[in-house]
């Protein structure tokens, strides 16, 4: 009888363990140096139904920056890491088409994970792909420049490779643009107006972690870490401009 409770407490370790063991890795993204002026999009002034949506001019948003300096929009990331992907069994990703901007409009997600575009407006949007991995345009026949209406249904997009910042733009409206950010694990997060990040469930290891922004550090910053268990890291970035 002993010996089968013992075997029954082991056992459920065997199962907790590795939730256990996964680590925490937080941080900061600040900038470094003044970013240029944003400019106002006229264009929309010229579409009678965009051109109501927005009382205030509409400004370009490439930098969004905290009062001390928190940098919004860095996908940050392990580096280095492939077919880890959950992305099939994931909860889906949503993108909108709202009062004539992408909403978000930098945003990341894993491979093979369905990310659905809607579209919020009472006006005709078209959703134009732009992507660099061949294999993401052949995975969605019909949708890689497709038109879509008001009240139309969602448009379900799948993509198979990783690639950094894959640009989607409106060709009714040419100041909407979107980029997203596919990769092969669930490793990764998008800082918002605070510019902090929080990637959980890490594997004790030891890893490099990089930082990206597309205007500001395209390419990435890179930090080299080690994550052990049930310990948080603290990784911070700062991004300088050139």
């Known amino acids: 009888m002993q ?8 056992a459920g370790l065997a199962v907790i363990a590795p939730h256990a063991q996964a680590g925490v890795i937080t941080g900061t993204i600040r900038l470094k140096g003044t ?8 264009e929309i002034k010229g579409d009678l ?19 001390h300096r928190e940098l919004a929009n860095v996908v940050v990331m392990l580096k280095g890491i492939s077919g880890k992907s959950t992305g099939a069994s994931a909860p889906p990703a949503i993108m909108d088409q709202k009062n004539c901007e992408y909403v978000p409009q930098i945003m990341a997600i894993q491979t093979n ?8 407006d009472a006006t005709m949007h078209n959703v134009h792909l732009n992507p660099t991995a061949r ?21 379900v997009y799948t993509f198979p490779a990783p690639e950094n910042f894959m640009k989607f733009e409106c060709d009714v409206h040419p100041w909407m643009f979107a980029w997203v950010t596919v990769v092969d694990h669930p490793y990764f997060d998008v800082t918002g107006s605070n510019g902090t990040f929080r990637i959980k469930d890490v594997p004790p290891g030891k890893y490099t972690l990089t930082a990206m922004h597309r205007k500001a550090a395209p390419k990435g910053i890179d930090k080299e870490i080690e994550v052990k268990e049930e310990e948080p890291v603290k990784a911070d970035f700062v991004i300088e401009l050139k």
Do not use: W
């Open 3 to 10: 010996r089968s409770i013992a075997m029954l407490i082991a």
């Open 35 to 42: 970013p240029p002026r944003e400019v106002e999009i006229t």
């Open 49 to 67: 139904f965009c051109g109501k949506q927005h009382t205030e001019p509409l400004m370009t948003r490439h930098y969004i920056v905290g009062p």
């Open 113 to 120: 994970q369905k990310l659905l575009v809607k579209n919020s």
């Open 135 to 155: 294999s993401n345009e052949s995975a969605n026949p019909g949708k890689v420049n497709a038109a879509q209406p008001a009240n139309a249904p969602d448009l």
